[in-house]
Protein backbone atom coordinates (compact mmCIF):
# COMPACT_ATOMS: atom_id res chain seq x y z
CA UNK A 1 0.00 0.00 0.00
CA UNK A 2 1.37 3.59 -0.90
CA UNK A 3 0.55 5.44 1.75
CA UNK A 4 0.76 9.24 3.47
CA UNK A 5 -0.51 10.99 6.48
CA UNK A 6 -2.40 13.94 5.91
CA UNK A 7 -5.28 16.73 6.45
CA UNK A 8 -8.73 16.69 4.75
CA UNK A 9 -9.50 19.84 3.45
CA UNK A 10 -13.49 21.23 4.04
CA UNK A 11 -15.32 20.69 0.97
CA UNK A 12 -16.29 24.54 0.77
CA UNK A 13 -12.45 25.26 0.93
CA UNK A 14 -11.53 22.64 -1.72
CA UNK A 15 -14.31 24.45 -3.81
CA UNK A 16 -12.76 27.76 -3.41
CA UNK A 17 -9.28 26.75 -4.20
CA UNK A 18 -10.70 24.96 -7.09
CA UNK A 19 -12.59 28.23 -8.05
CA UNK A 20 -9.73 30.79 -7.56
CA UNK A 21 -7.17 28.64 -10.19
CA UNK A 22 -9.24 28.51 -12.75
CA UNK A 23 -8.20 31.77 -14.53
CA UNK A 24 -4.63 29.67 -14.27
CA UNK A 25 -5.03 27.13 -15.80
CA UNK A 26 -5.38 28.68 -19.22
CA UNK A 27 -2.04 30.80 -18.23
CA UNK A 28 0.44 27.77 -17.15
CA UNK A 29 0.62 25.14 -20.37
CA UNK A 30 2.43 21.60 -19.41
CA UNK A 31 1.02 21.25 -15.97
CA UNK A 32 -1.36 18.38 -14.80
CA UNK A 33 -3.74 19.71 -12.29
CA UNK A 34 -4.92 18.49 -9.26
CA UNK A 35 -8.60 17.62 -9.09
CA UNK A 36 -10.68 19.25 -6.63
CA UNK A 37 -11.82 16.62 -4.43
CA UNK A 38 -8.27 15.47 -4.32
CA UNK A 39 -6.54 18.48 -2.70
CA UNK A 40 -5.56 17.97 0.60
CA UNK A 41 -2.67 18.98 2.92
CA UNK A 42 0.15 16.13 3.08
CA UNK A 43 1.83 15.85 7.05
CA UNK A 44 4.56 12.91 6.02
CA UNK A 45 4.78 10.75 2.95
CA UNK A 46 5.28 7.14 3.90
CA UNK A 47 5.62 5.46 0.62
CA UNK A 48 5.03 1.67 -0.15
CA UNK A 49 4.08 0.17 3.10
CA UNK A 50 3.58 -3.89 4.43
CA UNK A 51 -0.29 -4.19 5.26
CA UNK A 52 1.86 -5.54 9.22
CA UNK A 53 2.41 -1.75 9.72
CA UNK A 54 -0.87 -0.84 9.74
CA UNK A 55 -1.97 -1.84 13.53
CA UNK A 56 0.99 0.23 15.25
CA UNK A 57 0.74 3.27 12.28
CA UNK A 58 -3.37 3.11 13.48
CA UNK A 59 -1.91 3.21 17.17
CA UNK A 60 0.64 5.98 16.91
CA UNK A 61 -1.72 8.10 14.55
CA UNK A 62 -4.47 7.83 17.46
CA UNK A 63 -2.33 9.19 19.65
CA UNK A 64 -0.82 12.11 18.24
CA UNK A 65 -4.22 12.81 17.34
CA UNK A 66 -5.71 12.75 20.85
CA UNK A 67 -3.18 14.76 21.91
CA UNK A 68 -3.18 17.85 19.31
CA UNK A 69 -5.87 20.40 19.64
CA UNK A 70 -8.06 21.39 16.47
CA UNK A 71 -6.28 24.90 14.90
CA UNK A 72 -6.90 26.65 11.93
CA UNK A 73 -4.53 26.81 8.67
CA UNK A 74 -4.63 29.94 6.62
CA UNK A 75 -4.75 29.16 2.84
CA UNK A 76 -3.26 32.80 1.91
CA UNK A 77 -1.14 33.20 -0.86
CA UNK A 78 0.20 31.46 -3.95
CA UNK A 79 3.13 29.75 -3.64
CA UNK A 80 6.39 27.29 -5.78
CA UNK A 81 8.71 24.28 -5.38
CA UNK A 82 11.53 24.81 -5.77
CA UNK A 83 11.39 28.31 -5.96
CA UNK A 84 9.07 30.30 -8.81
CA UNK A 85 11.66 30.81 -10.70
CA UNK A 86 11.55 27.67 -11.58
CA UNK A 87 8.29 25.83 -10.54
CA UNK A 88 7.70 22.21 -10.45
CA UNK A 89 4.81 22.34 -8.17
CA UNK A 90 2.61 25.32 -7.98
CA UNK A 91 0.34 25.36 -4.42
CA UNK A 92 -1.66 27.62 -2.12
CA UNK A 93 -0.35 27.91 1.64
CA UNK A 94 -0.09 30.00 4.43
CA UNK A 95 2.30 33.28 4.47
CA UNK A 96 4.03 32.39 7.26
CA UNK A 97 5.06 29.10 8.82
CA UNK A 98 1.73 27.78 10.95
CA UNK A 99 3.71 26.51 14.29
CA UNK A 100 0.15 23.84 14.74
CA UNK A 101 0.99 22.37 11.66
CA UNK A 102 4.62 22.51 12.68
CA UNK A 103 4.05 20.73 15.96
CA UNK A 104 1.41 17.76 14.53
CA UNK A 105 3.89 16.69 11.71
CA UNK A 106 6.86 16.52 13.52
CA UNK A 107 5.30 14.38 16.56
CA UNK A 108 4.68 12.19 13.25
CA UNK A 109 7.64 12.34 11.60
CA UNK A 110 9.18 11.27 15.57
CA UNK A 111 6.60 8.40 15.80
CA UNK A 112 7.08 6.88 12.30
CA UNK A 113 10.65 6.82 12.69
CA UNK A 114 10.52 4.61 15.45
CA UNK A 115 8.48 1.83 13.38
CA UNK A 116 11.62 2.27 10.87
CA UNK A 117 10.77 4.62 8.73
CA UNK A 118 13.40 7.15 7.45
CA UNK A 119 13.88 10.38 8.04
CA UNK A 120 12.46 13.53 5.75
CA UNK A 121 15.13 15.53 4.30
CA UNK A 122 13.61 18.23 4.65
CA UNK A 123 10.64 19.96 7.72
CA UNK A 124 7.19 19.65 6.83
CA UNK A 125 5.81 23.20 4.84
CA UNK A 126 2.12 23.43 4.84
CA UNK A 127 0.41 23.68 1.43
CA UNK A 128 -2.15 21.78 -0.83
CA UNK A 129 -0.81 20.92 -4.04
CA UNK A 130 -2.43 22.50 -7.03
CA UNK A 131 -0.34 21.54 -10.18
CA UNK A 132 2.47 19.70 -11.06
CA UNK A 133 4.54 20.62 -13.69
CA UNK A 134 6.46 18.07 -16.15
CA UNK A 135 8.88 20.93 -17.55
CA UNK A 136 10.32 23.66 -14.91
CA UNK A 137 8.69 26.57 -16.15
CA UNK A 138 9.35 30.26 -14.69
CA UNK A 139 6.55 31.23 -12.70
CA UNK A 140 7.27 33.97 -10.66
CA UNK A 141 5.17 36.85 -12.23
CA UNK A 142 1.84 34.61 -11.62
CA UNK A 143 3.04 33.57 -7.89
CA UNK A 144 3.81 37.23 -6.91
CA UNK A 145 1.00 38.28 -9.47
CA UNK A 146 -2.35 36.54 -8.17
CA UNK A 147 -4.43 37.00 -5.34
CA UNK A 148 -6.00 34.33 -3.69
CA UNK A 149 -9.20 34.14 -1.83
CA UNK A 150 -7.72 34.32 1.80
CA UNK A 151 -9.02 31.15 3.43
CA UNK A 152 -9.07 29.45 7.02
CA UNK A 153 -9.34 25.69 6.80
CA UNK A 154 -10.45 24.29 10.39
CA UNK A 155 -7.72 21.31 10.81
CA UNK A 156 -10.02 19.18 13.33
CA UNK A 157 -8.61 15.55 12.00
CA UNK A 158 -5.85 13.64 11.06
CA UNK A 159 -6.20 11.10 8.13
CA UNK A 160 -3.78 7.98 7.02
CA UNK A 161 -4.52 7.76 3.15
CA UNK A 162 -4.09 5.43 0.58
CA UNK A 163 -2.74 6.65 -2.88
CA UNK A 164 -3.33 3.93 -5.83
CA UNK A 165 -1.53 5.84 -8.91
CA UNK A 166 -3.58 5.75 -11.84
CA UNK A 167 -3.19 7.01 -16.03
CA UNK A 168 -5.88 9.47 -15.16
CA UNK A 169 -4.47 10.73 -11.48
CA UNK A 170 -4.37 9.75 -8.80
CA UNK A 171 -7.48 7.75 -6.23
CA UNK A 172 -6.90 8.69 -2.77
CA UNK A 173 -8.76 6.51 -0.16
CA UNK A 174 -8.69 6.93 3.61
CA UNK A 175 -7.99 4.00 5.93
CA UNK A 176 -8.38 5.62 8.49
CA UNK A 177 -9.07 8.78 10.41
CA UNK A 178 -9.08 10.57 13.86
CA UNK A 179 -10.18 13.29 15.06
CA UNK A 180 -7.67 15.88 16.71
CA UNK A 181 -8.53 16.29 20.83
CA UNK A 182 -10.35 13.38 21.18
Keep these: MRLFYCVELPE ?4 TLARGTRG ?6 GGTWVAEENLHITLRFLGEVGEGLLPALRDLSSAVASETAPFVLPLERLGAFPHPGR ?14 FAILAQRIEEDVQTLGFPPERKAAHPHVTLARLRIPQDLASVVEGTTLPILRARVDGLTLMESELRPHGPLYTPVARWPLGA
Aim: charged share 35%.
Design 12 to 15: DVRA
Design 87 to 100: TRVLWAGPTADDAP
Design 24 to 29: LRARIR
